[in-house]
């Protein structure tokens, strides 16, 4: 592996400010979003991850998207938060990913539907699973959290939607926000209580 290369896998946590079943996923995403602007706000933990020789296991990011009532016609604003524990050259390995300087999913993003990238922040960045119940926090940033919508055929599994274009996975759990809030990167939003969209799975992603 060059030091070019790069691989990271694990868990994402998403919710957007959209209506419950955001309409950007079964659209392609051509659909309108049920707000004058989408806000999507994810959050990735990194089990398995590299970059030529340093290893990026255990770290953890997020990426702040707007854009404008259909998504595929980009002109987003774009930043990214990576975790405050990674040392220089952790930060100097996984901060261009995030920031989609270093190809990937990322680098597609940002090269064919971003035209206001607002640069990446270190903060600390908790990352919550249990069951169903996912939440994220970085402090002074953003929070939310979403229950995944569970079938009632007993199971304890959430309905998933699958075959999708989404840059996390094909296959997305449905999930249901409790809150989303941002104060950053000059975005401000704060919605609680109205089981806006929300989506989980693993995610895979390499150079």
Not at 45 to 74: C, E, P, T, W
Not at 129 to 156: F, M, Q, T, W
Not at 163 to 186: D, E, K, M
Request: hydrophobic share 35%.
């Amino acid at each position: 592996m060059s030091d070019q290369d790069w691989s990271i896998s694990g868990e994402y946590i998403e919710s957007c400010n959209c209506d419950y079943l955001c309409p950007c996923i079964y659209t392609n995403p051509q659909g309108e979003a049920t707000e004058d602007n989408c806000v999507s706000l994810q959050a990735y933990r990194i089990d398995r991850g590299q970059r030529g020789d340093v290893d990026l296991s255990g770290l953890k990011f997020a990426l702040v998207i707007r854009s404008g009532r259909i998504m595929a016609d980009g002109g987003w604003i774009f930043a990214g938060v990576v975790d405050v524990r990674a040392k220089d050259g952790q930060r100097a390995a996984l901060g261009p990913i995030v920031a989609g300087e270093a190809g990937g999913i990322p680098g597609r993003i940002r090269d064919n539907l971003v035209s206001d990238f607002r640069g990446l922040q270190y903060q600390p960045i908790k990352f919550t699973k249990d069951g169903l119940h996912h939440a994220v926090d970085i402090p002074g940033v953003l929070s939310y959290e979403i229950e995944g919508v569970a079938s009632r055929n007993g199971n304890g599994q959430p309905f998933y939607l699958d075959n999708t274009a989404h840059p996390a996975n094909s296959r997305l759990a449905l999930a249901r926000s409790g809150h989303l809030r941002i104060n950053g990167f000059g975005l401000e939003l704060e919605m609680s209580g109205q089981g806006n969209n929300g989506h989980f799975a693993p995610f895979s992603w390499s150079s």
